[in-house]
């Protein structure tokens, strides 16, 4: 799944969202099913975050105990939007172990009114598509795709310091490389393709006979600015795309969703 926006932003009518990080799975199910909601988040990011403006990171590492804890879905958003450049990271006994982000006053109301907009924005999504939130191994979300399936893989980058949850080496990427050869259906790969120190050498040996698009992208990850360099990104695919500059056309079934987010967004202002 990665951070789910590919699907978010193509908005496919039916979707399995799989992923082994457990947090990230039951984040998402718990706004599908409502559990979560704009409004709660709101609640919750405010008074929380009025609490980070006065304690600063002393709250933050309090937060990030209890979440390792309870495991609470609210306890991880808050984490992952005042932690060290939003990153997901977790240590070999499975705690989140980012550090503080150095920003006490991140929670301002524009910012908290933006995080609302996404959670329902994805909430009116699930609600209005058959979509499946769920937390496996690729090789099991793989097992059953079939002609007219279309796959999107957004693993962790091999060769790189992964521990987003688990790790990711070259046996795991073999094994997805045996996986999506055989595949029936057309799949992307989302990877990395070189930097100013090395190549991907993936790309010149098992993704060799695919298409590979590239694009550059800069990183904002390390602390120091000498140490933020551009990467060149690359989606490897078992097709030729056949318009990469032609702008996306809105489909009815996206106007839709929009028209639902904008009357569910209204729903919520009365009842708040």
């Known amino acids: 799944m990665g951070s789910g926006v590919v699907g978010f932003n193509i908005i496919p009518r ?29 609640n919750f990011l405010e008074q929380h975050g009025e609490i980070l403006s006065k304690r600063g990171q002393d709250y933050y590492y309090e937060v990030r105990e209890r979440f390792n804890r309870t ?12 932690c ?3 990153t997901i990271r977790f240590n070999r006994k499975g705690d989140f172990n980012v550090p503080f982000g150095h920003k006490p006053q991140r929670f301002s109301k524009a910012y908290i009114t933006k995080i609302v907009n996404q959670v329902d924005y994805v ?24 002609e007219k399936d279309f796959v999107y893989c957004d693993p962790p980058y091999v060769g790189k310091h992964v521990d987003y949850f688990d790790s ?3 046996e795991n990427e073999r094994h997805l490389f045996e996986i999506l050869s055989h595949s029936p259906c057309k799949f992307i790969l989302s990877t990395w393709h070189s930097n100013q120190y090395k190549k991907n050498t993936f790309l010149e040996t098992l993704w060799s006979e695919f298409h590979v698009l590239t694009k550059e992208h800069f990183y904002h990850v390390g602390a120091k600015e000498e140490n933020r360099k551009p990467m060149l990104e690359a989606l490897a ?12 056309i809105e489909r009815a079934e996206q106007l839709l969703l929009l028209e639902k987010l904008a009357e569910h967004q209204r729903s919520n202002s009365l009842v708040s």
């Open 123 to 146: 909430y009116v999504m699930s609600r209005h598509s058959n979509w499946s939130f769920i937390c496996q191994d690729f090789s099991e979300t793989l097992k059953e795709i079939s």
């Open 168 to 170: 990711w080496d070259e």
């Open 14 to 42: 039916n979707a399995i969202f799989a992923d082994t990080n457990p947090h990230l799975i039951n984040f998402y199910n718990a706004i599908a099913s409502g559990k979560i909601n704009g409004i709660k988040v709101r």
């Open 71 to 82: 495991h609470e879905p609210l306890d991880f958003l808050f984490l992952n939007r005042c």
């Open 237 to 248: 695919m078992n097709f030729t795309p056949q318009r990469l500059y032609q702008e996306p």
């Open 84 to 86: 060290f450049n939003g």
